[in-house]
């Protein structure tokens, strides 16, 4: 049996400042198939423009229930945990059920 896939939760902003939210086994590929028109109809009206925001999953499940979580925070919340972003912390994580969106932004 091959290795298991890294599932990724991201986020993506379209020109018109709109960030679309999705899983990928990898956001960087997807990012260019939003940019090319493949998949979300999201981007019909406005074109993917950059890959804002990413956190590594343990599994397609785990990255199902962060992109719930993320989906439900208000822009406001979504812009700051995206100016707290930082790759290679994210790249490196180990799960993002670990470290849930809404509790990213808590103060400590």
Same mark, same amino acid.
């Given at each position: 049996?091959?290795?298991?896939?890294? @599932? @990724?939760?991201?986020? #993506?902003?379209?020109?018109? +400042? $709109? *960030?679309?939210? +999705?899983?990928?086994?990898?956001? $960087? &590929? !997807?990012?260019?198939? $939003?940019? !090319?028109?493949? +998949?979300? !109809?999201?981007?019909? !009206?406005?074109? %993917? #423009?950059? *890959? #804002? @925001?990413?956190? &590594?999953?343990?599994?397609?499940?785990? %990255?199902?229930?962060?992109?719930?979580? #993320?989906?439900?925070?208000?822009?406001?919340?979504?812009?700051?945990?995206?100016?707290?972003?930082?790759?290679?912390?994210?790249?490196?994580?180990?799960?993002?059920?670990?470290?849930?969106? &809404?509790?990213?932004?808590?103060?400590?």
């Amino acid at each position: 049996m091959g290795a298991e896939k890294v @599932w @990724w939760v991201y986020m #993506v902003r379209a020109a018109n +400042g $709109h *960030l679309y939210t +999705g899983i990928s086994t990898d956001p $960087h &590929r !997807r990012l260019l198939q $939003h940019q !090319r028109g493949k +998949g979300a !109809r999201f981007f019909n !009206r406005s074109p %993917a #423009v950059a *890959l #804002v @925001w990413f956190e &590594r999953c343990t599994d397609h499940s785990d %990255a199902l229930r962060q992109e719930r979580s #993320v989906k439900a925070l208000a822009k406001a919340t979504k812009e700051r945990l995206i100016s707290q972003f930082d790759a290679e912390l994210s790249i490196a994580a180990s799960s993002c059920a670990a470290s849930d969106a &809404r509790a990213k932004l808590d103060p400590l």
